[in-house]
């Protein structure tokens, strides 16, 4: 396992030393951590900013609404992953079965807002511009855009609590519940 380097001096690689389980639970580590770290850096530091720093309104909301698309499309790259990683050691016994129910969560709240939420607070933003400009409340069957769009946007804010309950919950089975990885 140990190469000699040139200088004569042994070099261990230790990826080579883990074993096939440990790379699996590291990897399902690192992406619980980046993904719960990069929804809090975005959530309390890049939008807060954006909205401080943007005057208009509309264009803050604009730029939010980007921010927050990109990231969904992160999301379920990431919750697939997290998703197969535990399906994968799942094969091997039941222990993981708590694993498997916390990532089901996270992956059907990334789907939800990468198919059904995002494009719809897209949509009703644009309804409100429209309406906005017009000096209307109410248009397409839509009593009022503004409270559609607040409801919405208070359902992405409530699942972005949950899913990082649910990620912090990954994270605490993972370091606290390593023997269930290990062979």
């Keep these: 396992m140990a190469k000699v380097t040139s200088d004569g001096r042994e070099r261990v690689c230790y990826f080579e030393l883990m074993t096939r389980h440990t790379r699996i639970y590291s990897f399902f580590l690192v992406l619980c951590s980046l993904w719960w770290g990069w ?3 975005v959530d309390f530091v890049v939008i807060r900013t954006v909205f401080a720093v ?12 980007a921010v927050f698309s990109r990231l969904n499309d992160l999301e379920l790259v990431a919750a697939t992953g997290i998703l197969v990683l535990v399906c ?4 091997r016994g039941k222990k993981l079965l708590p694993h498997l129910a916390l990532a089901l969560v996270a992956w059907a709240i990334a789907l939800t807002y990468f198919a059904y939420l995002t494009p719809k607070l897209v949509a009703l933003t644009e309804l ?5 400009l017009m000096g209307i ?3 397409a069957g839509i009593p009022d855009v503004q409270q559609e769009h607040q409801f919405y946007h208070r359902l992405y804010i409530g699942l ?3 899913k990082l309950v649910v990620l912090t919950g990954l994270i605490a089975l993972g ?3 390593e023997d269930r990885w290990s062979a």
């Design 128 to 132: 409100w511009k429209k309406t906005d």
């Design 88 to 91: 994968r050691e799942l094969r």
């Design 54 to 65: 943007v005057t208009s309104f509309f264009e803050a909301g604009d730029l939010g609404v």
């Design 137 to 139: 409340t109410a248009v």
């Design 175 to 177: 370091v606290w519940r």
């Design 39 to 41: 929804t809090v850096l």
């Design 160 to 162: 972005d609590t949950v």
